[in-house]
């Protein structure tokens, strides 16, 4: 069993490639949390006094809150008061071109396999790129609004198109609806807007690069989706931090909108430094995500491989508002070492004949733990409302563990339940047969995650698919067939 | 006489902490077919995972050599990119995995190790249709998840795939015969028989007769209690048939 175990335990502690850091100079508000560092992000955001006062109503809220302490995860305390809220790289005057941008940072995303640049840009990939607490960069803009489609950075959406921003802000995750949530809605520095108008198919894929990069920061960006009547539009999102000692905070919150036969994909691999061996430092990744379908058969699908951060507690959710809506989520969380992931999602069936599925793939490795949380509420109204739900644990190793809480509440006779549930432990005995067909351990352990992740896998963007399989330890090199 | 392939000496070895085989003597050349036969719980599965480096199996006492080097050394792996190939009795299902692409993997782990070139997609293409069509397996069994929602005929035909496609120096059949109906059978032995050659030898592992009037074998050793109690030429075969393994069991003594 020698050879397996080395395996396993090679897989449980892999490095992480995207560990460094960046020489800035940074503009920096100083660590705490109070009234006047949020007057202070409004003022540097140059906001209008509703969003301050949208901002301080969600700081007070934010004080009453407790924290929220029904999943599996275990922290110590963080300590709100040591936190920097708003670090951004000293650029003189903001850039009017990625020219003007500082060299160093263009170097970052190069390095980061994110090349923003002309000429060497991702074909058919829009790329916002967040660094700390501002967006330095979004390629393709201009291409983009000759179809009328919006894609900027969420300061920029502020400015440009106040009207949309507060129409829609908050309108799905209101301020006050979790601790973290809440504390997004007070500080949130950037993020991305994306806004595709009526009967727009978005030509190409849109994404965001977050990567923190200063000590001691938090990073609370914020996005918002907005898919008019009949368009369709494919979000992706990565992520990458420093490897350090101390715990980072990232608490996002997204919304999406999709109205009447729109179409949202949004898809997430999400690799913030996830620790050492022993459990030290890591990103602590408190995120809400949720979609409202608003519109008649609008359809928003969730998609995220989620390998980094010491701590992952999010649960991308879908309202289903509308009648007929879809709402998707195909979910693969990866925890090794001591990685916690407690994540799932939660369908919120209003209209009638809505439908959603849910496949959820966890693979624990080292000392992980992993749980999936879903909710499948199915309201008065939702007749003839369908779930379909399928959650699958792996275990790599004896130390780690998988848990499963399903939720269901059903208020209509109409509606379809189905929820399917397995835990395997990759075998010995695939193994043995997979290295007597001369396959090394280390390449058959990629080969078993990987197929176990299949169903989720091919649900991601090309792009993304391969990341993702990369970051899952795997050397798939193209697959026949 | 052609030098050994493998040569196996006072062999003793344990599955869960009991021993098994309790010492073999076996040399196999090449060009040679053995069969092994021996009523269940004799040691024949046993002697299969010794053989290919099973880690479950622990080998106690004795040598294992192959090609003049210690096979027992060798991790599962190399041993099978050096040529050795088990056909499994029960062929584990790996959901998600393609069996194409498995099996290109399998090719080119054993090609790179041997300083061949990898295959590509077509030229891998072509060489498994051939092989395909041999052993009456379809694109559509070849995109399905490895072993997934196989029938037992179907898994035992992909073992003997593979075995045609790696083209082993050694290839070491457990049981391939069980649970397969007179046409299964046919195709399977059709399979092996392909790949007879002088330079290739076999450990067929049976049950049952009825397999060697497909696969002829050179040789017929009969395994029971874990050791070989009587070895003979292919009518040894025929002999147990009629009087069953009783007839050796008593006949030895034991």
Sequence with gaps: ??????????????????????????????????EDIIRLISTKKNEPAWLLEWRLRAYRRWLEMPEPDWSTVQHLPIDYQNIVYYSAPKQGKQPKSLDEVDPEL????????IPLLEQKRLAGVAVDAVFDSVSVATTFKHELEKHGI?????????????????????????????????LNSAVFTDGSFVYVPKGVRCPMELSTYFRINAENTGQFERTLIIADEQSYVSYLEGCTAPKRDENQLHAAVVELVALDDAEIKYSTVQNWYPGDAEGRGGIYNFVTKRGKCLGKRSKISWTQVETGSAITWKYPSCILQGDDSIGEFYSVALTANRQQADTGTKMIHLGKRTRSTIVSKGISAGRG??????????????????????????????????????????????????????????GEDQLFFCQQRGISPEDAVSMIVNGFCKQVLRKLPMEFAVEAQKLLGLSLEGSVG | MSPPLLEIEDLHASAGGEEILHGIDLVVRAGEVHAVMGPNGSGKSTLAGVLAGKPSVEVTRGKV???????????????AREGIFLAFQYPVEIPGVSNMYFLKAA?????????????????????????MKLMQIDD??????????????????????????LEPRLAILDETDSGLDIDALRIV???????????????????????????????????????????????????????GYAWIEGGAGR
């Design chain 1, 1 to 34: 069993m020698a050879g397996s175990a080395e395996t396993l335990e090679h897989l449980a502690n892999r490095e992480y490639e995207w560990g460094f850091v960046t020489d800035i100079e940074a503009d920096q508000a100083p660590p705490g949390l109070n």
């Design chain 1, 106 to 113: 263009l170097r970052t995303y190069e390095k980061l396999g």
């Design chain 1, 150 to 182: 919006l894609f900027s950075s969420f300061s920029e959406a502020v400015q440009k198109h106040p009207d949309l921003v507060r129409r829609y802000l908050g309108s799905v995750v209101p301020y006050s609806d979790n601790k973290h949530a809440c």
């Design chain 1, 369 to 426: 733990v992993n749980a999936y949380r879903g909710l499948v509420k199915i309201g008065p109204r939702a007749d003839g409302a369908r779930n379909y739900s399928q959650c699958d644990s792996l275990l790599l190793g004896d130390k780690c563990a998988a848990h499963t809480f399903p939720y269901l509440e059903v208020k209509n006779p109409t509606a379809t339940v189905e929820h399917e549930a397995t835990t395997s432990r990759i």
């Design chain 2, 65 to 79: 050599s192959y090609l003049g080097r210690n096979l027992l050394e060798l991790a599962p792996e190399e041993r």
């Design chain 2, 107 to 131: 090719l080119n782990a054993g090609r790179k190790h041997r300083g061949q070139e990898e295959l590509d997609a077509i030229d891998f293409l072509a060489l498994v249709r051939e092989k």
């Design chain 2, 140 to 165: 559509k069994m070849m995109n399905r998840s490895i072993n997934e929602g196989f029938s037992g005929g179907e898994k035992k035909r992909n073992e003997v795939l593979q075995m045609t496609v």
């Design chain 2, 189 to 243: 032995s059709d399979g092996v028989n392909a790949l007879r050659s002088p330079a290739r030898a076999m450990i067929v592992i049976t049950h049952y007769q009825r397999l060697l009037d497909y696969i002829v074998p050179d040789f017929v050793h009969v395994l029971a209690g874990g050791r070989i109690l009587k070895s003979g030429g292919k009518e040894l075969a025929l002999e147990l048939e009629e009087k």
